[in-house]
């Protein structure tokens, strides 16, 4: 088997679209019942699905988004709604949160180290003070 999309739960697809929309550099393409759908790439389609109540609990999946600039995008997620998780700095990954609270981690393109607890080393102490 094949992963075809990932669909994201939302009490507001419309406005959870439009954040990664924005995000991921790919348009809204189609709205459909309680969908909203972006642009398929790579043979990924990505999907918001209305869905009756808050986020309660941490995520039991999330997206590694790469960057060749974490701290540069992590301006970009919070000035589109997002927000960075600071409870996760411990791990040394940059994780965010989008408008609803889905947590994602930004890492970096190419290599970095991880330790031996899983803890990651690509946060620079300025962008770890942020």
């Known amino acids: ?29 189609a709205r459909s019942g309680p969908y909203v759908w972006l642009e398929r790439r790579n043979g990924l389609g990505v999907g ?10 941490k995520n039991r999946l999330h997206l590694d988004l790469e960057s060749e600039d974490p ?19 411990p791990g040394g990954f940059l994780v965010m949160a989008d408008p609803e609270g889905n947590e994602f981690c930004i890492i970096p393109k190419g290599p970095f180290e991880l330790d031996d607890e899983g803890r990651a080393d690509y946060l620079t102490a300025d962008a770890k003070a942020t």
């Open 71 to 89: 701290a540069a995008e992590q301006a970009r997620v919070e000035a589109l709604g997002g927000r960075r998780l600071t409870e996760y700095d």
């Open 48 to 57: 918001f699905q209305r869905a009756g109540g808050d986020k309660a609990a």
């Open 1 to 29: 088997m094949d992963i075809n999309c990932v669909i994201v739960d939302s009490a507001d697809p419309d406005r959870l679209a439009a954040f990664w929309s924005e995000l991921l550099d790919r348009p809204v393409v």
